[in-house]
C-alpha cells in the first residue's frame, strides 16, 4: 500500500510540473473588430476588413515574433512566405502584450491589399484573388480569444471565400469553414473552397 501511494503522488507531482511547464509556454490571444457602430458601417460601406489582435503572457516580453503567409488555390498550397521575422534584425517585443492590428480592402476585382500594423512598424502586403466580392477575412478562434503555444505557429486570421454547399445554391456559408475544427489548410480539399489565405504567427526565443 505504501509503494502504492508514493506511486500515486509521483505521477501526480510530474503531471503538475508538466502543466506548469505547458503554462509557462503558453500565452494568450485576444482579437476583436471594430467597437464604433459609425466606423463598423463605414468600414462595411468601403468593404474593409480589420482586426485588433493582443497577444499577451509572462513570456511575450523579450521574445521575437515571426508572420508567414500560405496561399492556397483549389486546395494547393502554392505561395509560402515570411512577411516579418524579427529576430533576423535582432527586434525583440518590449513589453508583455504584442498589439497588432490588421485591415485589408480589395484594391480592384482581382487584388486585395493587407495593412499589418506592428509595435514601430508596418507593412502591406497585395496578394491575387478571384473577382468574387464574397471574400472575408476570419477570425477562427473560440470567441474571439485562444490559449497558444510558443513551441509552434498559430492561426492569425484566415482570408478565404465561403462554403458553397451545391445542395443548398445560392447560399454562403462562412461559420461551417471552422466550426468542425478542420485547419484551414484543408479547407479546398474538404470543401471546395477555391482560394484562400493563412496568417500564422510564431512567438519564439
Excluded at 486546395?75 to 527586434?91: C, E, I, L, Q
Excluded at 525583440?92 to 487584388?111: A, E, H, N
Excluded at 498559430?154 to 468542425?180: A, I, K, M
Excluded at 470543401?191 to 519564439?204: A, P, T, W
Aim: net charge negative.
Amino acid at each position: 500500500m505504501i509503494k502504492e501511494g508514493v506511486f500515486t503522488i509521483a505521477i501526480i507531482f510530474f503531471n503538475i510540473i508538466g502543466l506548469a511547464g505547458q503554462h509557462i509556454d503558453s500565452v494568450n490571444i485576444k482579437i476583436d473588430g471594430v467597437e464604433s457602430r459609425e466606423l463598423l458601417d463605414y468600414y462595411r460601406f468601403e468593404g474593409i476588413n480589420y482586426f485588433n489582435l493582443s497577444i499577451t503572457g509572462s513570456r511575450v516580453q523579450d521574445q521575437y515574433f515571426v508572420v508567414t503567409s500560405n496561399e492556397f488555390w483549389e486546395g494547393v498550397s502554392v505561395r509560402r512566405d515570411t512577411m516579418v521575422n524579427t529576430k533576423k534584425y535582432g527586434m525583440k517585443i518590449g513589453k508583455d502584450t504584442l498589439d497588432i492590428r490588421v485591415m485589408s480592402k480589395k484594391i480592384s476585382s482581382d487584388t486585395i491589399k493587407f495593412q499589418f500594423h506592428f509595435p514601430g512598424f508596418s507593412i502591406n502586403k497585395k496578394f491575387k484573388t478571384t473577382s468574387k466580392d464574397t471574400y472575408s477575412l476570419r477570425d477562427i478562434t473560440s470567441d474571439g480569444e485562444a490559449v497558444i503555444s510558443r513551441n509552434e505557429p498559430f492561426h492569425l486570421l484566415v482570408y478565404s471565400l465561403p462554403y458553397e454547399d451545391p445542395e443548398n445554391p445560392g447560399y454562403l456559408y462562412y461559420c461551417e469553414l471552422s466550426r468542425e475544427g478542420i485547419p484551414p489548410e484543408k479547407w479546398g480539399e474538404e470543401f471546395g473552397v477555391e482560394h484562400y489565405i493563412i496568417f500564422k504567427i510564431h512567438i519564439l526565443d
